[in-house]
């Protein structure tokens, strides 16, 4: 059995990607951005665990998703039991999405990091990437909160050096 360190849990968004999103709250988080939406989800050790098979049930059960969006906290730091969690989800035909502090070209650098950031992003379709950035705070951008943030199209995106970008307006 896996777990996961989690804050929380949303049954039913839409402010966390497009469409009906299940969303999951990491717990942890080493990037502690400055105005952070989230600050609770930073010091691991702050959440409870749950059993991954609890979430996939929890998400089985909802046949209006469209999918589950990661958030956090930062779930690179769990890779390897949400990327169990996350193929369950596809196998459905649902999309993950992946919310994290790191950019893409650093998780594709590091995929055999001691966390396994190579396994989560293997599953994930959608990936919006890098910290946020106070200062670069857009109210305007759909499902980020700052323009240094980018919308990538993972699965798109393989083997490519520059990530394609993904646009949900």
Partial sequence: MDFVEIAGTVAES???GPGIRFV????????????????????????????ID???RQVAANPLLKGVTLSGGEPF?????????????????????????YTWEYLLEHPDDHRRFGELLEVTDYLVDGP?????????????GSAN?????????KGL????TAYWG
């Fill in 14 to 16: 839409v402010v966390d």
């Fill in 24 to 51: 999951i709250f990491t717990q942890g988080c080493p990037h502690r951005c400055k105005g952070c939406h989230n600050p609770h989800t930073w010091m691991p050790g702050g959440g409870r665990m749950v059993n």
């Fill in 54 to 56: 609890d979430l996939f």
């Fill in 77 to 101: 730091e769990q890779a390897v039991p949400l990327a169990r969690l996350a193929r369950q989800v596809r196998l459905m035909g649902k999309d993950v999405i992946s919310y994290t502090g």
């Fill in 132 to 144: 946020f950035v106070e200062e670069l705070k857009d109210l305007k951008l759909p499902f980020r």
């Fill in 149 to 157: 943030q980018r919308i990538i199209d993972v699965q798109m995106s």
């Fill in 161 to 164: 050096a520059v990530p394609v």
